[in-house]
Structure formats: C-alpha cells, structure tokens
C-alpha cells in the first residue's frame, strides 16, 4: 500500500498576493483550480490513499476539491516552513494508513496529470532487495531530482525529523547511496510559483 501526501499548504508569497492553489487552469474538461488538477494527477495514477495538507485559505483549498475522495489535514504553523506541513502530512498519513509500505510526496503546484511521471514510478519493477538498498525513488529529469517522491515506510522517522524549509529534499541528498533515479528525458515539469508561471502552464495546455 501506498500513501500519498500532497503539500498545498503554501503561503504563495510570490504569486501576486493570492493563492496560486486556486488559480484556474484548463483541461480537457475545463478550467479548474490548480491544486484539484495535482489531486487529479495522483488518483488518476490510481493512488486512493491521499492526504492534501493545508495552510493558507483552509477553507477554499478545501472547497476546490469538493467531491474528491481524499483526506485533509491543516498545518496552522504553514508559514514556518515546507517541513512543517511535510511532517504534518505524514503523520497524518501514518495514522490513517498504518499499514503503508510506501510514502509518496507530491507538491500541490506542481500539476502531474497527464504526464505519466507518477504511472512510471509506480511501475519501476524493484526486487524486495532493492527496496532495502533504494529506500527512496525519485524522478531524474535530465540529470536533475524533481518531484513527487517515493520513500520507504522505513524512512519516516528521518522524514520526521526535517526542519526548514527544504521538506524532503534534505532526505534524498543525505545518502546518495539509497536513492534510485528513474530518468526521464524531458524538461522538469513546471512549478507554478508565480503568475508568469500560471501564463506557461496556460500555454502548455493550449498547445
């Protein structure tokens, strides 16, 4: 089993003032709210075990993804830092799940639908053995780390223990020995943290 944790708790503070999880973007079926179109992303790869951690604009994060089954938990202490809703989500994960093999860590601004980077990592065919040497499996896009993340259960407690506001990056570079890379060769998909940002997401789309 796998959990996954979507962090959509952000403060958005280069993003004009408002909160980039609710800016609208198209698809095939309409403009919708960014944060529902990385939610999207993660069921849609057949991931039913979902927590989206909130921050900023509680209330109206929640309300954009009306009618989607997923889990929420609210971080009040969001602006000190990624890591403190990374914590928060996987604790919540780990009690409404116990039996996780797997954490998986999404960003809510950085939509994935469609793109079959999520489908790939869940297919990488890894042997019990090299679950133990690999606890943690990350996209490589062009010989860059990006996101979403897989780790091991086993690795939660060092998840856990993160500070800052690097979330879980800090884990993936700690032990280079433990992480296996699944290469896409491809431009790293786009984080929306500003309006010029939402503009090439737009065009991305319309394309």
Request: hydrophobic fraction near 45%; aromatic fraction near 4%; charged fraction near 25%.
């Amino acid at each position: 089993m796998i959990a996954a944790v979507l962090l959509a708790a952000g403060s958005a503070q280069r993003f004009d003032g408002t909160q980039k999880l609710l800016a609208m973007v198209p698809t095939k079926d309409g403009a919708v709210a960014l944060v529902r179109h990385s939610v999207a992303g993660l069921l849609s790869a057949g991931l039913p075990n979902v927590v989206v951690v909130t921050g900023r604009d509680d209330d109206q994060v929640r309300r954009a993804l009306n009618g989607m089954d997923v889990r929420f938990v609210f971080n009040p202490d969001y602006a000190s830092g990624l890591s403190t809703s990374l914590k928060k989500g996987l604790s919540e994960a780990l009690h409404l799940w116990p039996k996780a093999e797997e954490l998986l860590v999404a960003l809510g601004d950085q939509p994935l639908t469609g793109t079959g980077i999520i489908e790939t990592l869940l297919s990488v065919d890894r042997t019990p053995d090299d679950r133990r040497r690999h606890p943690i499996l990350v996209p490589r896009f062009r010989g860059e780390f990006g996101n979403p993340v897989l780790f091991a259960r086993e690795l939660a407690p060092e998840l856990l223990e993160v500070i800052g506001d690097r979330g879980a990056r800090a884990i993936v570079e700690r032990d280079p020995s433990r992480v296996r890379c699944v290469d896409f060769d491809r431009a790293m998909p786009l984080d929306v943290d500003t309006v010029s940002d939402l503009a090439a997401l737009t065009d991305v789309h319309h394309e």
